[in-house]
Nanobody, 118 residues
């Protein structure tokens, strides 16, 4: 499944961004989707997931309390609202589709770059 992310940008520390992930191939509300992030030379880190019920969510400790994952079924889109951004949040953010958190077994997008400056 091809997923398409958008919304990445360069922001100053303390700022906010909202990333979007959509696809024309599946109905996102039927699946468990995740956001992961990757910096050059490092493996992807899981960031957040949303269950098919649309209510159950999970977050990695570094982003807990600052990031919020959500879903708009009418737009077939999953969002990642990122607040209080830190330079260490700088990464390529991708959404993934798979049976467990962070898994891209069924699909992954090309990613959207988030850069947080001091």
């Amino acid at each position: 499944v091809q997923l398409v992310e958008s919304g990445g940008a360069e922001v100053q520390a303390g700022g906010s961004l909202t990333l979007s992930c959509t696809t024309s191939e599946i109905t996102v509300k039927s699946y468990y989707l995740s956001w992961v992030r990757q910096t050059p030379g490092y493996a992807s880190d899981w960031v957040s997931s949303i269950y098919s019920d649309g209510q159950t969510t999970a977050y990695a400790d570094p982003v807990k309390g600052r990031f919020t994952i959500s879903r708009d079924s009418a737009k077939n889109t999953v969002y990642l609202q990122m607040n209080s951004l830190k330079p260490e949040d700088t990464a390529l953010y991708s959404c993934t589709l798979g049976p467990i958190r962070g898994s891209s077994l069924w699909g992954r997008g090309q990613g959207t770059q988030v850069t947080v400056s001091e």
